[in-house]
């Protein structure tokens, strides 16, 4: 016996398609009763059992096709659900909360039914096995081609409005709601909206409530929620809040609902409710996270751009394991195919962001060249970003990069000062250098000096450290700013300043001697609790610039510290700076030239002369008039030496047989010296802190210094070459006298 419920539409069709059966066949009694606009109709068979028939004789008779047909097609729809097709395109399960008993028609009918859903004809039921009762809700119609695809959301197109016929001739069906329906609409629950619950609720705990009093679907919107609210807490309320969403009681039916539904629930939903998990720390190698990246992967085809920047924000957040690894590739895969068709450039940064450094080189290319074309939509914010994107993908993309420049130095003011800090950051990743860049921002923190915590500055300077560049006008604000407001400074603070300020060989005619007796006086006070380390960077800064405060030098040269720092830490990187200290109390420092210090060698260095600046010597000179590679004490390497009269007219021979000093009053040294680029401050030919202390120890030892750059000799020609480093060697009276016979000399 059947029991089926059809709608009077629907009737008319069910009753032409059954035919008496054949003499001899068991035949069917149907029993048709129409109340309101619904049809029960029971079927009563002889047939044998249902199981026991073949598939073939099944399809033989048109009843029993029909009745094996829609028990099939029910084993595929879940019992605790129907699915509602909303004139968007999207079906959605809906919770069924029954209150019809089936018991009052038919008592003796104790067996639970199963679901039965049909697509075929507008206005037929959906009656639902329920526990103790069924619910009928009418819906709109679509042809479902895909059987096993039923239980995942599909994007229809499709008007609920019409049915369309096999000929194309749309057809209009109307209908009129039953007391049913009506009854229906008025006890099924309200749907829980996402933004509401979160401005209704104040804790996590209280979401988790709601949602043990009344569960809707999806379940999605209750970890939204909660994120939604986690965001607007404090970092330790928001500690003490997940420990209780933790322990609360309905939180892990909450996490079994929501790995039941991530199948069937919207993809963006799936997503949505993935990424507040990972916001809210839920630990990643849990069966919930792991489910829901599963599904992710299964499901990565109903990406669309939106699904697509919210999915490489997950990715971004999550720590590396198998699951994630394969969503990322899956990822990368979709995007290099759908590229072009981002129309959002938010999108775009997000994914870019997201593919990860170890990315094809073609496809961090193809979404450069999508960038490019998108150039004429970047707004400012696009723009900063755009550098952190660049530097999350270690793609250098000068063209791109110089674009966004040129956006951000002419909108600089009002930017805020974290997105400065990750532009910087990122040009130093990428290792690209704009002096217009560094300039603007420079200017625009100058300007505005006095809003800015000191702080801030110093990590802003520490970062143009690093690229060499000088902001003349910044530090001289922030070393009169230092010197007359020192309370800011601790150790790290003055260790910083300290090594900023000494690498970029940076003083100032006026406050300097100030502003390194203030230094000095603020690390005395931290010599109780200053580690070997830190004071070694300290000392070996005052070195670089020429000042020796008496006490942090005593500290460090105690045999205790001495033996601390060459047998801990950067050992390598220690012994070079003690080296520094050694030649800079001899050569610098009256009162401590008596002090030796017994150092390991520092590594022997590969010796490369310039080949240019050797050659263009033999034409100017001749051979045997300069020596090539020389090493003097205290480590000091030249790369030529040439000795000349006191007056620097004429060019002595040079033999190794002769021996010649520096007390010579006779005799001048010089020494020429093949800078490269990274010497100098960015953009200029001021000396850093290295190369000045190397030119002041040079001329304590008798030398006449000359700097030759690397990048300016190849671009010479030679004769050209050999016309400058002739006004380099001879001093200017003595080229103002007459031209010098060069091979009488020699």
């Known amino acids: 016996?059947?029991?089926?419920?059809?709608?009077?539409?629907?009737?008319?069709?069910?009753?032409?398609?059954?035919?008496?059966?054949?003499?001899?066949?068991?035949?069917h009694v149907f029993s048709f009763k129409f109340r309101s606009d619904v049809c029960v109709c029971v079927i009563l068979t002889t047939l044998k059992p249902f199981e026991s028939v073949s598939v073939a004789r099944k399809m033989n008779n048109r009843a029993g096709s029909f009745l094996w047909n829609l028990r099939q097609f029910s084993t595929l729809v879940p019992t605790s659900r129907t699915v509602r097709l909303y004139p968007s395109g999207f079906c959605r399960p809906k919770m069924v909360y029954s209150n019809w008993n089936p018991r009052k028609l038919l008592s003796n009918f104790d067996n639970r039914m199963q679901s039965f859903v049909r697509y075929l004809f507008q206005d037929a039921l959906i009656f639902k096995s329920g526990g103790d009762g069924f619910q009928t809700k009418s819906i709109s119609t679509a042809t479902v081609l895909t059987v096993d695809r039923l239980l995942c959301p599909r994007r229809l197109s499709f008007n609920s409005k019409h049915f369309v016929s096999d000929n194309g001739l749309k057809k209009n069906f109307h209908h009129e709601p039953s007391n049913e329906d009506v009854l229906t609409k008025r006890t099924k629950p309200t749907p829980i909206n996402c933004r509401k619950l979160s401005q209704e609720c104040n804790s996590l705990s209280d979401v988790l409530d709601i949602f043990s009093k009344a569960p809707t679907f999806p379940s999605s919107n209750y970890f939204s929620a909660m994120w939604t609210i986690a965001k607007r807490m404090s970092d330790d309320q928001k500690r003490f809040e997940k420990q209780l969403m933790f322990n609360h009681p309905v939180f892990s039916q909450l996490c079994e609902q929501i790995m039941r539904e991530a199948k069937i629930m919207h993809y963006d939903n799936l997503l949505f409710s993935l990424h507040a998990m990972v916001k809210l720390e839920i630990p990643q190698n849990t069966l919930l996270v792991q489910t829901l990246l599963r599904v992710v992967q299964e499901r990565i085809n109903e990406c669309d751009e939106k699904c697509l920047s919210v999915l490489s924000t997950i990715l971004e957040a999550m720590e590396p394991c198998k699951?994630?690894?394969?969503?990322?590739?899956?990822?990368?895969?979709?995007?290099?195919?759908?590229?072009?068709?981002?129309?959002?450039?938010?999108?775009?940064?997000?994914?870019?962001?997201?593919?990860?450094?170890?990315?094809?080189?073609?496809?961090?290319?193809?979404?450069?060249?999508?960038?490019?074309?998108?150039?004429?939509?970047?707004?400012?914010?696009?723009?900063?970003?755009?550098?952190?994107?660049?530097?999350?993908?270690?793609h250098r993309s000068i063209i791109l990069l110089n674009e966004c420049s040129k956006i951000v130095t002419s909108n600089i003011h009002g930017c805020p000062f974290k997105i400065l800090i990750s532009i910087l950051q990122s040009c130093r990743d990428l290792q690209y250098f704009n002096i217009d860049l560094f300039k603007g921002i420079a200017d625009y923190v100058a300007a505005t000096f006095d809003i800015w915590k000191l702080k801030k500055v110093l990590f802003l300077l520490i970062l143009f450290e690093n690229f060499g560049f000088r902001p003349v006008s910044l530090m001289d604000l922030f070393m009169k700013k230092a010197t007359d407001e020192p309370g800011f400074l601790n150790v790290k603070s003055l260790v910083s300043i300290l090594h900023v300020y000494s690498s970029l060989n940076h003083f100032h005619k006026c406050w300097t001697h100030e502003f390194l007796e203030v230094m000095a006086s603020a690390l005395t006070g931290s010599l109780h609790h200053i580690s070997a380390e830190n004071l070694l960077n300290a000392v070996c800064s005052f070195c670089l610039m020429n000042h020796f405060p008496l006490a942090p030098i005593n500290q460090l040269l105690q045999k205790d510290i001495i033996h601390d720092l060459l047998t801990s830490g950067d050992v390598e990187r220690n012994v070079h700076k003690l080296h520094v200290l050694a030649a800079c109390l001899k050569l610098d420092a009256p009162c401590h030239r008596d002090t030796h210090l017994v150092l390991p060698q520092l590594p022997s260095m590969p010796l490369h002369p310039h080949a240019k600046v050797a050659e263009v010597l033999s034409s100017l000179l001749g051979e045997g008039c300069f020596s090539r590679s020389v090493w003097l004490p205290h480590n000091y390497y030249i790369d030529f030496e040439i000795r000349m009269d006191a007056n620097r007219s004429q060019v002595l021979p040079f033999s190794d047989v002769d021996v010649v000093t520096s007390s010579a009053t006779n005799i001048q040294r010089v020494a020429v010296l093949c800078v490269p680029r990274s010497m100098y401050c960015l953009d200029s030919t001021h000396p850093r802190g290295f190369l000045a202390m190397?030119?002041?120890?040079?001329?304590?030892?008798?030398?006449?210094?000359?700097?030759?750059?690397?990048?300016?000799?190849?671009?010479?020609?030679?004769?050209?070459?050999?016309?400058?480093?002739?006004?380099?060697?001879?001093s200017p009276e003595a080229l103002s006298t007459a031209d010098i016979d060069l091979q009488s000399i020699c």
Not at 327 to 356: H, S, Y
Request: proline letters at 2%; a positive charge; glycine letters at 4%.
């Open 1 to 27: 016996m059947h029991l089926i419920f059809l709608s009077r539409s629907f009737t008319l069709i069910f009753i032409s398609l059954i035919t008496p059966s054949p003499t001899g066949k068991r035949r």
């Open 323 to 394: 699951n994630v690894d394969v969503l990322r590739a899956g990822l990368r895969m979709l995007v290099d195919q759908q590229v072009w068709k981002i129309e959002r450039v938010f999108t775009l940064q997000t994914v870019m962001k997201c593919i990860g450094k170890d990315a094809p080189i073609g496809l961090k290319r193809k979404l450069e060249m999508k960038a490019l074309k998108e150039l004429d939509q970047f707004s400012v914010l696009n723009s900063q970003h755009m550098f952190a994107v660049l530097a999350a993908m270690n």
């Open 694 to 730: 190397k030119m002041r120890h040079l001329k304590v030892m008798g030398f006449h210094v000359i700097l030759v750059n690397n990048w300016e000799m190849e671009k010479l020609e030679m004769k050209d070459a050999v016309t400058f480093l002739k006004t380099k060697i001879y």
